[in-house]
C-alpha cells in the first residue's frame, strides 16, 4: 500500500499551440467526471434498469499567483481565448510528473477563471473547465 | 530557483535594524547569541529573530515546489529607567517604520506589535519595551 499526498501532485497544461507542460506554482487541482445513464425497464421488469451512457468531466485547478512561474500565464489566460475550439490539453497528476502515468489526461475548455487579491494572503488564481472528448485514466 | 537561504533572510531583517540604528542618534544593537554589557541608564536595542512554522502552499516536491517560511522579530528597547516612556517610544517609531507592511529582498514584513511595555525588563534597571514583527518568505524550489 502506498498513500499520496497531495503536494506530490501536478498540473500539466497546453494551450493547443504547444507541448504538455508542468504548470509551475500549482496548489490543487479536482476532476469529476459523470456517466449519464439510459433507462432500458421494459415491461416484466420489476427493478428498473440502466446502461452507462455519454461521459463527461469537469474540475479545477488553483494556483499561487506568480506572473514569473512557467505556464501560469497560459492557463489562467486561456478564458479570453476565442474563438476557443477545445484545443487545450491538461494532464493532472496525482504523483509525479511522467506522462501516462499516475494522471488523468483529456482536452478541455476552461469555462472560468477567478483570481483573487486578499490583504494578507497569497494572491490566488483559480480556473474551472471541462473536458471535451475523450477522458484518458491513468489511475491504476 | 533554490532552498531559501535562511541565513540571508536573517540578514535581511538585522541589517535594516543595524543600518537604521547606526544613523544619528546612533544606539547600540545587539542579535541573537552575542555577548553585551550595556551601560548603565543608556539606550540600546536587542534583536532576536526566529524562524517558526513551514507550509506547503503549493504541488512539487523538491521541485517546483512553494514553501511559505513564517518568522518573528523581537526586538527590546531599552531606556534609561524613570525617566518617562518619550525616549522609548522615538526609538520604537524608528524601528516600527523600518518593517511596516515592507517587502524587501522577497520578506513580507506584517504590521509590526507594539511598542508594548514589559512589568520585568530583562535586564534590570531600564525602562524596557518590545516590538515584535511577524515576515514570511515564499521559498521556491
Redesign the interface.
Known sequence: MATIRGESGSVEFETGSGTLATVVGTRSWSLSITKETLDTTVHGNTFRQFIGSMISGSGTVELVYDPDATGQAGLIEDIIKSPDTADASFELFTTGSTNGQDSVSFGGIITDMEITSTVGELVIATCNFITSSTITSNLD | MAAADLNAIRATVEGRLATELANSPALPVVFNNMAYEPTPNSSWVQCLTAFGANE??????TT???NRIVGLTLINIFTPKGAGPGANLVIGKRIRDLYNRIIVSGVFF?APNGPEATGSPSPEGYFQTQVRVAFEF?E?L
Not at chain 2, 506547503?56 to 516536491?61: M, T
Open positions: 506547503y502552499l503549493g504541488h512539487g516536491l517546483s515546489g512553494y506584517d515564499i521556491e
